[in-house]
């Protein structure tokens, strides 16, 4: 009885918190679907609100390349120059990439450094805007600065909430869902952004800098809706903080410099492999609307659509091509894939006046495929408790590259044309190739842990996770466990019932008595 009585006060204590997460403020009532944290329906609100809060930051990344023409003409710039706008968002994260996750776990909290990073976004928008108004690029140049502080550290909170809300349920559905809101928001950016500038042109008069100011403030309101749903979901993520007796959500980035000297040589060739790709195709995307205008005979309106061609494709795309690399393994073949579409796209976009949608379609499928297969392969090459680092310095080597190749292929342009700077992309995306060739046969070589099927990925997770509950069973049992399990004599039980009765038992009779030690331990 004093035993149920106990087990009842310990379960007590646990039913009340568990009513708790039900009711609304302690009054008794249970809240509704939609109200209850715990709730599906209330989970599918939530990542509404997480889904549009990176979508002004991916909206307006490309302002620039959906706006490539009238940028180089309201303002007088070359193409160098035009490229410095990319080049300036890359450069802070070539540093945050290592801090944002710390500055997130340590300093701000995920809700409040997902308000700070989303207003770093809305600012840095709003004075690259300011910038084309009073036609200032440097000014413009500062602006995109401060728009790439919170635009990378932004994906990173976003990813946090994610983590938070889902983990151990709909997690990888919710991460395709966002990468596919991202794309989204880069897609509408280059298919109306010309359409605003032309409405802001007539009613101005004219199209110029003015035009161009209007049109990107404009534009910033999409940022200014991503920072409402950082706010709404702060608050969403507070009350369930409350309700449901949970923490803040952590990044899980532990991020340590010096583990980069313990680095496997598999890891460096992921990372050459991902910066020489992603140069070819984010810089290309920069450049693309008037290369399609020059060597197409494209209207604006037909450049920026198939320019946005990769997007468009990357939003569907993303989620399924995932998914079926989940379902095959053997990564790397399928990574090998990816840079052979990319490079052969590339090739018929330089060499050949074929219809450039059939090149741009194969370069966003490509694309899709190699962001789903490359980046899980670094946690099949370095411990859990490296994951941190390896990824903050593969995004920033990615960020160090795009910023340099930036400013090369904007200059390559200029002195060169297009036709060398396809060469250009082309010699990156063979060095791509050589990497993942080269790992190919490294991995193979070390046992071939990143090109397995996911069968006998699943053989080998089975195999040791049997592998570590025999390890964790006691191999053998200690003298006093074999003294309870041994059958006590009946000696033994009379003077264990005589001890609970609380008779004063002579020494030379309590030699069985230690079985009671246990017990004693737990009243």
């Not at 952590?250 to 598999?266: A, H, M």
Request: aromatic content about 12%.
């Amino acid at each position: 009885m004093a035993d149920f009585e106990e087990r009842q006060s310990l379960l007590g204590d646990e039913d009340e918190g568990s009513s708790g997460r039900h009711t609304a403020g302690g009054d008794g009532r249970p809240l509704l679907a939609i109200c209850d944290p715990s709730h599906l329906l209330h989970r599918v609100v939530v990542l509404m609100f997480m889904c549009f809060l990176g979508f002004g930051s991916y909206f307006c990344y490309d302002n620039p390349a959906a706006l490539q023409t009238q940028v180089l003409q309201d303002l007088n710039l070359n193409t160098a120059k035009f490229m410095q706008l990319y080049a300036w968002y890359s450069w802070p994260n070539v540093v945050l990439c290592f801090f944002g996750g710390f500055l997130i776990d340590r300093v701000f909290g995920i809700r409040l450094g997902t308000i700070i990073f989303s207003l770093f976004v809305c600012v840095g928008q709003v004075i690259f805007a300011t910038g084309a108004l009073v036609s200032r690029f440097w000014l413009m140049e500062v602006g995109r600065f401060v728009f790439g502080i919170g635009g990378e550290s932004l994906a990173v909170a976003q990813n946090t909430y994610a983590v938070n809300w889902f983990k151990g349920k709909e997690l990888n559905l919710v991460f395709g869902l966002q990468l596919s809101m991202a794309r989204l928001g880069s897609t509408v950016n280059m298919n109306i952004m010309g359409r605003v500038y032309n409405g802001v042109a007539n009613l101005v008069g004219s199209p110029g800098h003015t035009t161009l100011g209007a049109s990107l403030m404009i534009a910033a309101v999409t940022c200014l809706f991503s920072l409402i749903c950082a706010l709404v979901l702060g608050f969403l993520d507070r009350r369930a903080e409350r309700i449901l007796h949970k923490e803040q959500g952590k990044t899980g980035e532990v991020i340590k410099l010096t583990d980069v000297k313990d680095f496997p040589f598999p890891l460096w060739l992921i990372f050459i492999i991902c910066v020489c790709y992603y140069v070819a195709i984010f810089p290309f995307i920069g450049l693309g609307q008037v290369f399609f205008i020059e060597k197409f005979n494209f209207s604006p309106a037909e450049a920026r659509a198939v320019n946005s061609i990769v997007y468009i494709i990357s939003a569907p795309a993303s989620p399924l091509l995932g998914l079926m690399v989940d379902k095959t393994g053997r990564n790397v073949i399928w990574v090998m894939i990816a840079v052979v579409a990319t490079l052969a796209a590339h090739m018929m976009l330089a060499f050949t006046f074929w219809n450039p949608w059939i090149a741009m379609s194969l370069l966003g499928i490509s694309y899709s495929l190699l962001a789903c297969a490359l980046w899980p392969m670094v946690a099949f090459v370095v411990p859990e408790h490296q994951l941190g680092t390896a990824y903050g310095f593969m995004q920033s080597i990615q960020n160090l590259g795009l910023a340099l190749i930036a400013m090369a292929a904007g200059a390559i342009l200029d002195t060169k044309g297009y036709l060398i700077l396809e060469v250009f992309f082309c010699i990156c995306i063979c060095f791509a190739l050589m990497g993942v060739v080269t790992l190919y046969f490294v991995d193979y070589l070390r046992g071939g842990d990143l090109n397995r099927s996911a069968a006998a990925r699943a053989k080998l997770q089975k195999e040791a996770t049997s592998d570590a509950e025999i390890k964790r069973r006691p191999s053998k049992l200690t003298e006093g466990e074999h003294a309870r399990l041994a059958p006590m004599s009946a000696f033994g039980l009379r003077n264990r019932y005589l001890s609970r009765l609380g008779a004063q038992l002579p020494d030379h009779c309590s030699t069985h008595l230690s079985s009671l030690a246990h017990r004693s331990v737990l009243k």
